[in-house]
């Protein structure tokens, strides 16, 4: 492909940032103009023959430059210096170019030697040889400008190439990856971020050699459609994905919508739908959302009718809710009564009353009020696990043989820690009085 004839572009993202073009300084300033007059010494430099040629002095020699038949000899020559006159303000206008700098110093010096074309051997009456010189020594002023110039653009082709070329080796090792494993998203991006690149710089930068243009162009072209055809491979193969999903989806919102007259009891064919949705895969995003609401929307019917059969359920209970909060509040009494026999003659009583009083809707609501049952139930168990602890003969039995034992160690202690006082040993007192004092903790713990 040419460098003028690029393809479309894909979606637009910033281009990479270019190197600034190369400048050249100004023109350098040539000889200070001296102002050329609008009406030249005609009389000076030309004069009209007895049949009405008119000439031009250049040195020493007289040239013809037309002649002016239907005026006077003032009036030929007049006509003829104002000729003269055009071409210096010509000369003025390009000296002013060139001194104020910013026009090219090769496209001014293009106009200076088309003008010293035209000067030479012009049809006008003036300094033509004047006219000349200055030319010349315009043109010799924009030499070293127009060098610097064509420097500058060689360095700006150069850069232009190199950057070109970056953009190209960029897109190959874009297309030299394992595109089977690629985030395409990123990839798109990447990819349209190098073709915003190259039509940018094909836009703003210079003109390359048209050999080099194809030559990068087509390195570009061939990465960037071998990444299009991974693209469009991928995609392809997705849209077989996401059809299958869609056609296993669509049946499964047909099973869901057929589970409507069955009410409540379609609640756990409906939870199997949703296992088998979840393992069906992606349909993609918007045939997604469309089944979804179906499939959702049948599931709502659903536990919309349990919602109702839940609501109806519990004003059925309403009753039997009351009933087992009174009871409840009638245990209250079994954790103030002291004599375990009745307290537990009173909750058995109630215990049969709550069973009597059958099942609550909703089952949260019931399970609620069974834990503040046995919370109770908890309590006096509790009691009569230490009343039996406490009042067991053979538990008494043993507590009775450990105090006595631990009674005898206590004056046996007694009578040596006596004994260690009265020798003034005090390193025996020391070990006597620790003993004694397990001894009598021990005791306490055992009489509870």
Do not use: C
Request: overall charge negative; aromatic content about 4%; proline content about 5%.
């Amino acid at each position: 492909m040419s460098d003028d004839n690029t393809p479309k572009p894909t979606p637009p993202v910033p281009s990479p940032p270019r190197r600034p073009m190369p400048r050249v300084s100004a023109v350098p300033a040539v000889a200070p103009v001296v102002p050329t007059p609008l009406v030249s010494d005609a009389s000076e430099w030309g004069r009209v023959t007895e049949d009405g040629t008119v000439e031009v002095r250049e040195g020493d020699a007289w040239r013809p430059v037309g002649q002016y038949p239907d005026g006077t000899h003032e009036e030929a020559l007049a006509y003829y210096a104002r000729k003269f006159d055009e071409l210096a303000v010509k000369l003025g206008t390009l000296e002013t170019r060139a001194q104020s700098g910013g026009s090219a110093a090769s496209d001014l010096t293009k106009q200076a030697r088309s003008l010293l074309t035209e000067v030479t051997d012009a049809a006008a009456v003036g300094d033509l040889a004047g006219l000349r010189d200055r030319l010349g020594v315009l043109i010799d002023s924009l030499a070293e400008a127009t060098a610097q110039e064509a420097a500058a653009a060689k360095e700006a082709l150069d850069a232009a190439i190199a950057e070109r070329t970056t953009i190209a080796e960029r897109a190959e090792a874009i297309a030299a990856r394992d595109l089977t494993k690629v985030q395409w998203k990123q990839v798109t991006a990447e990819m349209t971020e190098l073709f915003d690149a190259w039509q940018e710089h094909q836009r703003t930068g210079p003109r390359l050699p048209k050999g080099i243009a194809q030559q990068l162009w087509k390195r570009f072209r061939e990465a960037r459609s071998t990444v299009d055809r991974a693209r469009r491979a991928f995609f392809s193969e997705l849209d077989e994905v996401h059809r299958a999903a869609r056609d296993a989806k669509s049946r499964l919102v047909e099973r869901a919508e057929a589970l409507a007259p069955r009410g409540v009891d379609g609640i756990p064919a409906y939870r199997g739908l949703l296992d088998e949705w979840k393992a069906a895969g992606r349909a993609g995003r918007k045939a997604d959302d469309a089944l979804w609401a179906r499939f959702k929307a049948a599931g709502d019917a659903l536990y919309a009718a349990r919602a109702e059969q839940a609501a109806a359920d519990e004003a059925d209970s309403a009753p039997r809710i009351a009933a087992r909060e009174a009871l409840l509040e009638e245990a209250k009494a079994v954790a103030d009564e002291p004599d375990l026999k009745r307290a537990r003659s009173l909750l058995t009583r109630i215990q049969r009353q709550w069973d009597e009083v059958g099942r609550i809707f909703p089952r949260d609501r019931e399970r609620a009020l069974d834990d503040r049952m046995r919370t109770i139930e908890q309590a006096l168990k509790t009691r009569e696990d230490v009343d039996w602890k406490q009042n067991n003969p053979e538990t008494k039995a043993r507590v009775g043989d450990m105090s006595s034992q631990l009674l005898d160690a206590i004056a046996k202690l007694e009578a040596e820690l006596a004994a260690a006082e009265a020798s003034g040993d005090a390193k025996a007192v020391k070990e006597a009085t620790e003993a004694l004092a397990a001894r009598r903790s021990w005791l306490n713990a055992l009489r509870g």
